[in-house]
């Protein structure tokens, strides 16, 4: 039961950690290392870092403003015409993060898995788990957040611990991989993947301890970033040598490697199931932040109206790339780098258009 | 700031649509496959044919002929798996193929071993391992070998002990891993060594061979073959000895005519079967890889102290150290400290090897033994075949900071160039559970 759609901060902590780990079973491992090579798991905590910087430059703005959320304040501070439309960019990130994950999630597993069932079946369940938990609301999904993110975190420990009697040694080498510039290329594509860092200050109103909010959130982060490293680092050792780029799931090929002993094999499907929960929840929650966002813009007193339409642009969206490869173009050319434009542009500019504007409180 | 609107209770309604919704998915499976309907390929086979297409030979259990199947019934090796053969362009014309002819779904989540007849391995694997790693349900840790034969013929060779054709294959490259006798390639350490410019691939090398009874079979003849090449007349004799031992064992019923044995090793490079190792350098090739390979490794080797005997030592564990020295325009230095720990298994002279002396001296004869086979392995994968199969470009990575760099370095074809030092220090830590040989009355002769 919502009850004023408060999170607290193991809620805050679960939400946040879900969305930001969840990128593990895309095929974003496999387009870090195409740019870093055997130093792709260097570009994890370099595009959480960066993240992170423009991460408390939202926080510094939004001392400025106590008690109000991202949106709000792009609203107040960028103005009825640039405001919206930032806060209208927030909205179309987090639908098209929600539409790409679909889409991947969906195509992996059709070819992985369950080829005989259609993509729309796939999507279409995912679809009605966003529905319901959106009409549920925040507090509802942060709760179930907080159940199922230990067994989706664990699931990923048995995944990279019971594959080290499979790690190459120098899998990780040359140390530096593709490069200096290859690794800052795919540090741009993490920064973009950890630039969903923003639900946190979106949903800043609605977070019960704001004084703690901003720690929360980076506790999350580096969950994330441990988690996300270790994954990476454990596809490096698997598969080296240039393989890890061939691979469009790296983490399901994890899973097709585990095998210990005759009665502890073909287990992969059980992570299937840990990762849809994951992917179901990551996606419930960025549906939520779109519809957040597209009140705030047209200025709407209520989210849940909203809910079926967005659906419905998710569900179309989703289908939008013509294969899968279409998809992973899409979410890495386009969407990751808005991400990272996002979270390092926007507070930037609003920071400057505040100051300017003389809107706030002083700078702390 | 959005206000969030009061959540209503379920109506009647909704729980009515939920419960006739979930009823009606609920009732079955659209989709579903009996595992009556499912034929699971255990091993597969793959050979050249002469039109240039590829030979598929599946190898599927019959469950009610299994002991302790269906039914109840079953025990014939010979009858227990359905083996059939299939020409194709590709692997999936094959799987499509046999599919014409069977009401059953092929599946192949449970392939354990794949078999290579050389003919395929000398011509390259490039196209058929595109199959096996696009279609999501080979798994990596699936085994591969390469027979001298054809695979077809591999795959219809009875288990010597139980019924599981396709499990007495994995099971022998296996336990060859784990017995010391020779490295097991995954499919997973093949496709990365294909593509890798710090290793080339290994494949275990299983081969058809006739069971003689009384003379020993065709191993034993291999035996003191390999024998006879690096340890001269006395591991021979040995080698022979241990063939008539399983020859025997065959004799002693009503077995199989012919088996498989693991002969030693396939030498690729990339994608293409270059050569072939015995099993003396296979166990030595085993205890240097980078990864594959395995921890423990048993030789019988001429007896330093008593001419014309032996003494068996089992390798407990072998710490390996490389170091790849780049040397600018001339070709790199290749540093290699072999630290064998080693157990006496048996000493037939009846020399006591407790002794500290007789020890040390068995250390130094057999250590300087194993740098000559060391030596003599490295010279034939550099001039030979060109190969670096142990992965020793896998030290050389270390020197370089970046992909360029490092490819820039060509370590395959610098490495058949490459100087070579090779240090052993071997410690025999154990002799068993007796100080001394059983002696006679008369003392031993």
């Not at chain 1, 800043?204 to 990476?232: I, K, N, Y």
């Not at chain 2, 469950?63 to 299939?86: A, K, N, Y």
């Not at chain 2, 699936?142 to 139980?162: E, F, R, S």
Request: charged share 15%; with cysteine.
């Amino acid at each position: 039961m919502i009850r004023d759609g408060m999170l607290g901060r193991p809620g805050v902590v679960a939400i946040m950690t879900t969305i930001l780990t969840t990128w593990v079973f895309l095929p974003l491992i496999s387009v870090l290392a195409r740019s870093a090579k055997s130093a792709a798991w260097i570009a994890v905590p370099l595009g959480a870092a960066t993240a992170a910087v423009g991460y408390s430059l939202v926080m510094t703005l939004l001392k400025r403003f106590p008690g109000r959320g991202l949106l709000e304040v792009t609203l107040e501070v960028g103005g009825p015409v640039f405001g919206r439309l930032l806060v209208l960019t927030y909205g179309f990130f987090f639908l098209a993060v929600a539409a790409g994950t679909a889409r991947v999630f969906g195509d992996g597993v059709v070819t992985a898995i369950m080829p005989r069932t259609p993509l729309s079946i796939h999507l279409g369940t995912l679809a009605v788990v966003m529905l319901y938990s959106n009409f549920g609301g925040l507090e509802a999904m942060a709760r179930v957040n907080w159940l199922l993110l230990p067994l989706f975190i664990l699931s990923l420990i048995v995944l990279v611990g019971f594959n080290v009697n499979h790690f190459i040694p120098n899998g990780i080498l040359p140390i530096l991989g593709n490069g200096p510039i290859g690794i800052v290329r795919a540090g741009l594509t993490a920064t973009g993947v950890f630039g969903e860092i923003l639900a946190l200050p979106i949903l800043f109103p609605m977070v019960r301890r704001q004084a703690t909010a901003a720690r929360d959130g980076l506790t999350a982060l580096v969950l994330s970033v441990a988690v996300g490293t270790s994954v990476v680092l454990a596809s490096l050792l698997c598969f080296p040598d240039g393989e890890l780029e061939r691979r469009i799931l790296p983490l399901f090929e994890l899973g097709l490697l585990l095998h210990v002993g005759t009665f502890f094999s073909r287990v992969e499907v059980i992570f299937i199931f840990m990762w849809f929960f994951a992917a179901a929840s990551k996606l419930a929650i960025a549906l939520y932040l779109t519809n957040l966002s597209f009140c705030t813009a047209f200025k709407l007193p209520g989210y849940r109206p909203v809910i079926p339409i967005m659906l419905v642009l998710f569900y179309a969206a989703a289908f939008m790339p013509r294969n899968i490869t279409e998809a992973v173009i899409v979410n890495t050319v386009f969407v990751r780098p808005l991400g990272a434009a996002l979270v390092l542009g926007a507070p930037v500019v609003l920071l400057l258009a505040a100051r300017v504007r003389g809107l706030g409180g002083k700078t702390p | 700031m959005i206000r969030l609107a009061r959540r209503r209770r379920p109506t009647v309604i909704v729980v009515v649509i939920t419960v006739a919704v979930a009823t009606m998915i609920t009732a079955g499976c659209w989709d579903r496959t009996e595992l009556n309907e499912i034929a699971l390929v255990l091993a597969m086979g793959l050979d050249a044919t002469p039109e240039g297409k590829v030979a598929v030979t599946l190898s599927m259990p019959i469950p009610r002929l299994f002991p302790g199947g269906m039914d109840g019934g079953g025990g014939d090796p010979s009858r227990s798996v359905h083996v059939e053969t299939v020409v194709a362009h590709d692997l999936s014309e094959a799987v499509r193929k046999y599919s014409t002819i069977t009401r059953r779904h092929l599946r192949l989540i449970h392939l354990e071993a794949i078999v290579i007849g050389s003919e395929l391995a000398r011509q390259g694997l490039r196209r058929q391992l595109d199959f096996l790693t696009r279609f999501h349900e080979v798994r990596w840790t699936t085994l591969m070998a390469v027979t001298d034969g054809t695979a077809a013929d591999a795959l219809k060779i009875p288990p010597t002990i139980g019924t599981n054709q396709a499990d007495y294959l994995a099971g022998l490259v296996r336990n060859a891993q784990a017995k010391g006798i020779g490295p097991a390639t995954t499919l997973r350490d093949f496709v990365v060594a294909v593509g890798s410019p710090a290793i080339q691939p290994v494949l275990a090398r299983v081969n058809v061979v006739p069971s003689r009874p009384g003379l020993g079979s065709a191993g034993g003849q291999t035996g003191a073959q390999a024998g006879g090449q690096t340890g001269g007349q006395a591991e021979g004799q040995t080698g022979a000895q241990a063939g008539g031992q399983a020859g025997g064992s065959q004799a002693s019923g009503a077995g199989p005519k012919q088996h498989l044995s693991y002969e030693g090793t396939a030498v690729f490079v990339e994608d293409r079967m270059v050569g072939t190792l015995d099993q003396e350098e296979t166990a030595l090739l085993g205890l240097l890889m980078s990864y594959g390979g395995q921890r423990t490794a048993s030789f019988t080797v001429p007896d330093p102290l008593a001419q014309g005997c032996c003494v068996s030592m089992a390798i407990a564990r072998a710490g390996r150290r490389i170091q790849v020295v780049p040397r600018g325009v001339v070709p790199p230095l290749v540093r290699i400290e072999f630290r064998p720990e080693a157990d006496v298994l048996e000493a037939e002279s009846g020399v006591d090897y407790a002794k500290i002396g007789n020890l040390r001296i068995l250390e130094q004869s057999i250590g300087a033994l194993f740098a000559e086979r060391i030596g003599a392995l490295l010279q034939k994968l550099q001039k030979e075949y060109r190969a670096d199969v142990i992965g020793i470009g896998q030290s050389a990575k270390s020197h370089f900071l970046t992909e360029t760099q490092w490819r820039a370095f060509r370590w395959l074809d610098v490495f058949p160039d490459a100087e070579v030092s090779i240090k052993v220090k071997l410690a025999v830590r154990r002799v068993g559970l007796t100080w001394g040989t059983v002696q006679s009355k008369k003392g031993f002769r």
